[in-house]
């Protein structure tokens, strides 16, 4: 684990907060951070910008638990709660808002610093697949609006669907941009002139 994370803990009760502090201190030296008060807790998140967060509830409900992980912003850091006990409404909820690891009374000192790891390892797999699924998504969408002016070109010139490719190739070329953009424009141009 690298030792110059920023930590964030949130936590309102001070033993418990010590707990996490003393966990993560035995596992390596962190720049911990200790909020105890969620008023604000978003905007003193972003002021922070820890690597990770840490939220420790004694008794979650979906409603605290939605709230605390939107404003701990579990896409852009990873976030592991500890809980004392849960119920499957709260675990969903967790599930749900993105958050990288939820433990079930699993607040001991020796086990939080697998858990960060965890949270982290987690944490940047989801971020490489959400990458992975936006670049699909993207090409999927590009795909279809050359597919698009392809069929725009072969029905309007009476040209096969080589020829209609080559067309669109050349003049993404000639022009340097790419083909996409050049397809983006005959399907804009059609659908005007349509």
């Given at each position: 684990m690298v030792s110059e994370l920023k930590i964030a803990v949130i936590e309102r009760d001070r033993?418990?907060?010590m707990l996490i502090v003393d966990g993560l201190k035995s596992a390596g030296d962190f720049k911990v951070s200790v909020l105890g008060d969620t008023v604000g807790l978003a905007r003193r998140l972003s002021e922070l910008n820890p690597d990770v967060v840490l939220i420790d509830l004694e008794h979650p409900d979906r409603d605290l638990l939605e709230e605390l992980a939107l404003a701990s912003s579990p896409l852009e850091?990873?976030?592991a709660v500890f809980v004392d006990r849960s119920d499957h409404s709260a675990t969903q909820?967790?599930?749900e808002a993105g958050v990288s690891a939820y433990v079930v009374d699993g607040l001991r000192p020796d086990r939080i610093k697998p858990i960060v790891e965890t949270a982290i390892a987690r944490f940047h797999l989801y971020s490489r697949m959400r990458a992975e699924l936006t670049a699909t998504k993207a090409a999927l969408a590009e795909r279809k609006t050359i597919d698009r002016a392809k069929g725009i070109l072969m029905k309007s010139r009476g040209i096969t669907e080589d020829d209609a490719y080559a067309m669109l190739r050349k003049a993404a070329m000639d022009q340097g941009r790419r083909i996409v953009d050049v397809a983006n424009a005959v399907v804009t141009a059609a659908e005007f002139l349509g």
């Amino acid at each position: 684990m690298v030792s110059e994370l920023k930590i964030a803990v949130i936590e309102r009760d001070r033993e418990r907060a010590m707990l996490i502090v003393d966990g993560l201190k035995s596992a390596g030296d962190f720049k911990v951070s200790v909020l105890g008060d969620t008023v604000g807790l978003a905007r003193r998140l972003s002021e922070l910008n820890p690597d990770v967060v840490l939220i420790d509830l004694e008794h979650p409900d979906r409603d605290l638990l939605e709230e605390l992980a939107l404003a701990s912003s579990p896409l852009e850091r990873p976030v592991a709660v500890f809980v004392d006990r849960s119920d499957h409404s709260a675990t969903q909820a967790a599930i749900e808002a993105g958050v990288s690891a939820y433990v079930v009374d699993g607040l001991r000192p020796d086990r939080i610093k697998p858990i960060v790891e965890t949270a982290i390892a987690r944490f940047h797999l989801y971020s490489r697949m959400r990458a992975e699924l936006t670049a699909t998504k993207a090409a999927l969408a590009e795909r279809k609006t050359i597919d698009r002016a392809k069929g725009i070109l072969m029905k309007s010139r009476g040209i096969t669907e080589d020829d209609a490719y080559a067309m669109l190739r050349k003049a993404a070329m000639d022009q340097g941009r790419r083909i996409v953009d050049v397809a983006n424009a005959v399907v804009t141009a059609a659908e005007f002139l349509g």
